[in-house]
Protein backbone atom coordinates (compact mmCIF):
# COMPACT_ATOMS: atom_id res chain seq x y z
CA UNK A 1 0.00 0.00 0.00
CA UNK A 2 1.56 3.40 -0.94
CA UNK A 3 -0.19 6.61 0.57
CA UNK A 4 0.53 9.81 -1.55
CA UNK A 5 0.43 13.33 0.46
CA UNK A 6 -0.03 16.18 -1.81
CA UNK A 7 0.56 19.54 -1.09
CA UNK A 8 2.17 23.39 -2.68
CA UNK A 9 -1.72 24.34 -4.34
CA UNK A 10 -3.04 27.78 -3.38
CA UNK A 11 -4.11 31.14 -4.90
CA UNK A 12 -2.59 32.70 -7.47
CA UNK A 13 -2.86 35.36 -10.12
CA UNK A 14 -2.82 34.64 -13.77
CA UNK A 15 1.03 34.37 -14.60
CA UNK A 16 2.31 33.14 -11.63
CA UNK A 17 3.85 29.81 -11.11
CA UNK A 18 3.45 27.63 -8.19
CA UNK A 19 5.17 24.36 -7.49
CA UNK A 20 3.35 21.03 -5.93
CA UNK A 21 4.63 18.20 -4.05
CA UNK A 22 3.73 14.58 -3.51
CA UNK A 23 5.26 12.43 -0.92
CA UNK A 24 4.83 8.75 -1.25
CA UNK A 25 5.26 6.66 1.88
CA UNK A 26 7.39 2.96 1.30
CA UNK A 27 10.58 1.82 0.36
CA UNK A 28 9.75 1.54 -3.39
CA UNK A 29 8.87 4.74 -5.17
CA UNK A 30 11.50 4.61 -7.61
CA UNK A 31 9.97 1.60 -9.05
CA UNK A 32 6.40 3.53 -9.36
CA UNK A 33 5.04 5.26 -12.55
CA UNK A 34 3.46 9.13 -10.99
CA UNK A 35 1.01 11.03 -12.66
CA UNK A 36 -0.74 14.40 -12.12
CA UNK A 37 -4.36 14.65 -12.67
CA UNK A 38 -6.74 17.80 -11.89
CA UNK A 39 -10.44 17.86 -12.27
CA UNK A 40 -12.08 21.38 -12.39
CA UNK A 41 -15.49 21.64 -11.12
CA UNK A 42 -17.99 20.09 -13.23
CA UNK A 43 -15.82 18.45 -15.23
CA UNK A 44 -14.15 15.13 -15.45
CA UNK A 45 -10.57 13.98 -13.81
CA UNK A 46 -8.18 15.10 -16.78
CA UNK A 47 -4.51 13.74 -17.21
CA UNK A 48 -1.79 16.34 -17.06
CA UNK A 49 1.64 14.88 -17.29
CA UNK A 50 3.26 11.44 -16.18
CA UNK A 51 6.70 10.64 -15.26
CA UNK A 52 7.95 6.52 -15.03
CA UNK A 53 10.16 4.98 -13.05
CA UNK A 54 12.86 5.62 -15.91
CA UNK A 55 11.85 9.46 -15.57
CA UNK A 56 10.77 10.20 -19.45
CA UNK A 57 7.69 12.35 -19.25
CA UNK A 58 4.59 13.22 -20.80
CA UNK A 59 2.59 15.90 -20.86
CA UNK A 60 -1.22 17.29 -22.08
CA UNK A 61 -0.71 19.55 -24.89
CA UNK A 62 -2.65 22.03 -22.68
CA UNK A 63 0.02 22.57 -20.30
CA UNK A 64 3.52 21.27 -22.50
CA UNK A 65 5.63 24.34 -21.99
CA UNK A 66 4.26 26.03 -18.96
CA UNK A 67 4.44 22.56 -16.10
CA UNK A 68 7.62 20.36 -15.74
CA UNK A 69 7.61 17.53 -13.53
CA UNK A 70 10.28 15.54 -11.98
CA UNK A 71 11.28 13.43 -9.47
CA UNK A 72 13.72 12.69 -6.38
CA UNK A 73 13.45 9.25 -5.30
CA UNK A 74 15.66 9.72 -2.34
CA UNK A 75 12.58 11.87 -1.21
CA UNK A 76 10.20 9.89 -2.51
CA UNK A 77 8.73 12.87 -3.89
CA UNK A 78 7.46 14.33 -7.19
CA UNK A 79 7.01 17.79 -8.19
CA UNK A 80 5.07 19.81 -10.64
CA UNK A 81 6.27 23.11 -11.56
CA UNK A 82 3.66 24.93 -12.81
CA UNK A 83 4.48 28.53 -14.79
CA UNK A 84 2.22 30.92 -16.64
CA UNK A 85 -0.87 29.57 -14.47
CA UNK A 86 -3.85 30.51 -16.18
CA UNK A 87 -7.36 30.83 -15.27
CA UNK A 88 -8.13 27.26 -16.95
CA UNK A 89 -5.93 25.70 -14.83
CA UNK A 90 -7.97 26.01 -11.78
CA UNK A 91 -8.50 22.75 -10.50
CA UNK A 92 -8.20 19.96 -7.71
CA UNK A 93 -4.23 19.05 -8.34
CA UNK A 94 -3.87 14.93 -7.60
CA UNK A 95 -1.12 13.16 -7.74
CA UNK A 96 -1.31 9.34 -8.39
CA UNK A 97 1.05 6.27 -8.98
CA UNK A 98 1.33 2.99 -10.31
CA UNK A 99 3.61 -0.09 -10.57
CA UNK A 100 1.66 -1.03 -14.28
CA UNK A 101 4.00 -1.16 -16.71
CA UNK A 102 2.83 -0.84 -20.32
CA UNK A 103 4.61 -0.47 -23.23
CA UNK A 104 1.85 1.96 -24.88
CA UNK A 105 2.34 5.13 -23.18
CA UNK A 106 -0.99 6.53 -23.97
CA UNK A 107 -2.16 3.95 -21.35
CA UNK A 108 -0.90 6.30 -18.74
CA UNK A 109 -3.28 8.87 -20.00
CA UNK A 110 -6.36 6.88 -18.12
CA UNK A 111 -7.19 7.26 -14.64
CA UNK A 112 -7.33 3.13 -14.35
CA UNK A 113 -4.14 2.66 -14.90
CA UNK A 114 -3.34 4.00 -11.24
CA UNK A 115 -3.48 2.50 -8.28
CA UNK A 116 -2.73 4.50 -5.70
CA UNK A 117 -4.54 8.36 -5.51
CA UNK A 118 -3.56 11.19 -3.20
CA UNK A 119 -6.37 13.09 -1.44
CA UNK A 120 -5.57 16.51 -3.64
CA UNK A 121 -4.68 20.06 -3.34
CA UNK A 122 -6.54 23.28 -4.78
CA UNK A 123 -4.80 25.00 -7.37
CA UNK A 124 -7.12 28.69 -8.01
CA UNK A 125 -5.84 31.02 -10.64
CA UNK A 126 -7.67 34.12 -10.71
CA UNK A 127 -8.04 36.51 -13.89
Known amino acids: QVQLVESGGGLVQDGGSLRLSCVAS????????MGWFRQAPGKEREFVVHIRSSGSTYYADSVKGRFTISRDNAKNTVYLQMNNLKPEDTAVYYCAATTRTYAIGSYYYTRSTYEYWGQGTQVTVSS
Open 26 to 33: GRTFSRYH
